[in-house]
């Protein structure tokens, strides 16, 4: 991995699919409406909400034991207090199967290649961005012409870089971008505000 890459990871920290606000995660990252196990006629809204807290790698819940994370993680992803009883009973009597299902997918993303990924592909747009943005009026006629043949190859990488930094870029954001921060009670807030 380059060392600029890793600099880049450490000095920021970053996540993927975190909520960024209370909308349904498909919406925020439409990458995940590709895969079965989270399209809405798999998986309602909150229960998605409820796989990123308990399942993904990126989530603060992540490490601990599922009895310890489960009524925490209930409760930061459904909205009432009806729903927290009615899930949290639901769950320790085992997951249902749309859940479990989802479970996996959740766990089957890689952390650290979709960040790898995401930081190669904004490099990448830098380096398309500052080879079209070079003075041809410095350049002798080879040098124009050279350039000129490769512009339009360079045009086509920005633009793909582009449509895959749009389409949710990994699904990887920054921490700040998130609701996702315990010690500034964020995520407090964030249930709060969903009474």
């Known amino acids: 991995m380059n060392e600029e890459i890793i600099e880049k990871m450490l000095e920021r920290r970053y996540l993927i699919f975190a909520p960024k606000n209370g909308k349904d995660l498909r919406v925020q990252y439409p990458e995940l409406i590709e895969y079965s196990e989270f399209r809405p006629e798999a998986i309602k809204s909150h229960d998605l909400l409820f796989v990123w807290w308990f399942r993904c790698a990126a989530s603060p819940y992540y490490d601990k034991e599922d009895s310890e994370k489960l009524e925490a993680c209930v409760r930061i992803s459904y909205p009432t207090e009806q729903q927290r009883e009615s899930k ?108």
Not at 90 to 111: H, I, Q, T, W
Not at 128 to 136: E, N
């Open 88 to 195: 949290l009973k639901e769950f320790k009597a085992g997951f249902p199967d749309n859940v479990k299902s989802a479970f996996k997918r959740m766990e089957s993303f890689n952390l650290a290649a979709r960040i790898e990924n995401y930081l190669y592909t904004q490099r990448v747009r830098d380096n398309c961005k500052a080879m079209l943005a070079v003075d041809i009026n410095t350049m002798d006629i080879e040098e124009q012409e050279s350039w000129s043949k490769r512009a339009p190859g360079i045009w086509r990488l920005l633009e793909e870089t582009s449509k895959a930094l749009e389409k949710g870029g990994f699904g990887v954001v920054e921490h700040e971008n998130t609701i996702v921060d315990e010690l500034d009670g964020s995520v407090k807030s964030f249930r709060q505000s969903r009474r």
